[in-house]
């Protein structure tokens, strides 16, 4: 008997067989299945202009929590490419939809402060910042890390003991030392 693991194997190879001899080109995993995993795997395996590619079509048709998701994924696939005006849009676009989470809500809204930041937009940074830090349910990292960019982006313009201020209260966080 084989095991279920074995079996799994077999089955991915005789497919990837099979759409071979047919010509086909399914053998990429980003072309196998469900187009939203496969969106998800580009983005997963940090492939992250294939994965924005794979979004792109998809995205007008979801809805919900699928929606505010995906445009999570597009979001941080712009910002570790240094396309930060393109993530702060597709964090605000995902922040339109029913669904998230307040964990996904403060990561897009501390995203958004990120990116803000380095693109010199000081005072909206600081105030989308402080939304991040302040949004209920996201989690202590979350509010820790927009205390930090807040206490870096204050020091930058000067404003030091709103910074320490702003550093005192990461040291507040629980479980974050």
Same mark, same amino acid.
């Given at each position: 008997?084989?095991s279920p693991?074995?079996? $799994?194997g077999? @089955?991915i190879l005789?497919g990837c067989l099979?759409?071979?001899l047919?010509?086909?080109? =399914?053998m990429s995993? !980003?072309?196998?299945?469900?187009?939203?995993?496969?969106? $998800?795997?580009? $983005?997963?395996a940090?492939?992250?202009d294939?994965?924005v590619?794979?979004y792109?079509?998809?995205?007008?048709?979801?809805?919900?929590?699928?929606?505010? =998701?995906a445009? @999570?994924?597009?979001a +941080?696939?712009?910002?570790r490419r240094?396309r930060?005006?393109?993530?702060v849009?597709?964090n605000?676009?995902?922040?339109?939809?029913?669904?998230l +989470?307040?964990?996904?809500?403060g990561r897009?809204r501390?995203?958004?402060?990120?990116? #803000?930041?380095? @693109?010199?937009?000081?005072?909206?940074?600081?105030?989308?910042l402080?939304?991040a830090?302040q +949004?209920k349910? %996201? +989690?202590e990292?979350q509010?820790?890390e %927009?205390?930090?960019?807040?206490?870096w982006e204050?020091r930058? #313009?000067?404003?030091?003991d709103e !910074? #320490?201020?702003?550093? %005192?209260?990461?040291?507040?966080?629980?479980d974050?030392h």
């Open positions: 008997m084989l693991r074995l079996r $799994y077999l @089955l005789s099979l759409t071979v047919e010509g086909g080109l =399914a995993p !980003a072309w196998a299945g469900d187009p939203l995993d496969a969106a $998800y795997r580009l $983005y997963r940090e492939k992250f294939e994965a590619a794979a792109k079509p998809l995205l007008p048709q979801l809805k919900g929590k699928e929606a505010a =998701a445009w @999570l994924n597009v +941080t696939c712009h910002q240094h930060y005006e393109q993530a849009a597709a605000r676009q995902a922040l339109q939809f029913k669904g +989470t307040p964990a996904e809500e897009a501390l995203q958004i402060g990120y990116c #803000l930041r380095m @693109l010199k937009q000081s005072d909206e940074a600081l105030e989308a402080a939304q830090a +949004t349910g %996201a +989690t990292a509010q820790a %927009a205390w930090l960019y807040s206490g204050l930058t #313009l000067g404003r030091i !910074a #320490l201020a702003a550093f %005192a209260k990461v040291s507040k966080v629980p974050v």
